[in-house]
């Protein structure tokens, strides 16, 4: 069969086109097709192609924006707890609220993100990007610093040292995190997590245990 100009426009027309973005758009879908990549397969056989080809984008075009694969990692553990601290922001905003519940609501909304970050957690936390050093904005230790001043500040919180608290309790929620992500039982670990943080934190009062016990079980994220 002879094609005709027609169906050579309509083959070429077919074709998908290159959306033209301008950078900050063309960097932040390539971090969004690197984050689906490294969601959706180990991390550790992730390439440079998968991300370009999920981007609809070029392979020179990843090296304009990231030098590196490491770069690419740093640059997704940035956007990753850059929107997590946007969504924290979003919960503590309502200030007639006990201090103390958001608190351990919070401390469950973290180990929840990285249970949910699976090996995603892994690559960008503890691979080869591990000792570049987290802007002190985005560090975990320094929010929850500012955590556990406001509660102190309100009286729910018991005082503490907080600048030797708040990487004890980080330490303390990623064991837990990762406690759940190989051993399961989220339930009992949870519950566990928060009588510990009852124990350790809570200001206690002479009526401590009837506090305790109208604080209710674990808060339930969903």
């Known amino acids: 069969m002879v094609k005709t100009s027609d169906d ?4 070429k027309s077919s074709a998908p086109k290159r959306r033209r973005l301008n950078p900050d758009e063309r960097r932040v879908e390539l971090l969004e097709a690197a984050l ?3 969601r959706s397969r180990d991390p550790v056989d992730a390439r440079v192609e998968d991300v370009t080809a999920r981007a609809g984008a070029a392979k020179g075009t990843f090296y304009l924006y990231f030098p590196s694969w490491n770069d690419l990692l740093v640059a997704v553990r940035t956007h990753l707890l850059s929107s997590y601290i946007n969504e924290m922001s979003r919960r503590w905003t309502d200030e007639s609220a006990n201090w103390w519940v958001s608190f351990e609501k919070e401390c469950l909304y ?11 957690h892994q690559a960008i936390f ?4 591990a000792d570049q050093p987290i802007e002190a904005e985005l560090s975990a230790n320094t929010l929850l610093s ?6 102190i500040e309100s009286g729910h919180c018991r005082p503490v040292d907080v600048e030797a608290a ?3 309790l ?3 929620l990623h064991t837990t995190a990762d406690g759940i992500l190989h051993e399961g039982d989220k339930q009992q670990k949870t519950a566990s997590l928060i009588e510990l943080l009852r124990a350790w934190l809570l200001v206690p009062t002479p009526n401590h245990e009837e506090a305790v016990k109208a604080l209710g079980g674990s808060p339930k994220l969903r």
């Open 146 to 151: 500012i955590l556990l001043k406001e509660g």
């Open 126 to 129: 503890h691979g080869p990007i």
């Open 36 to 38: 689906q990549v490294l």
């Open 8 to 11: 050579r426009f309509t083959k």
């Open 166 to 168: 708040a990487p004890l």
């Open 170 to 172: 980080f330490s303390v």
């Open 110 to 120: 973290f180990v929840d993100y990285i249970v949910e970050l699976g090996n995603l």
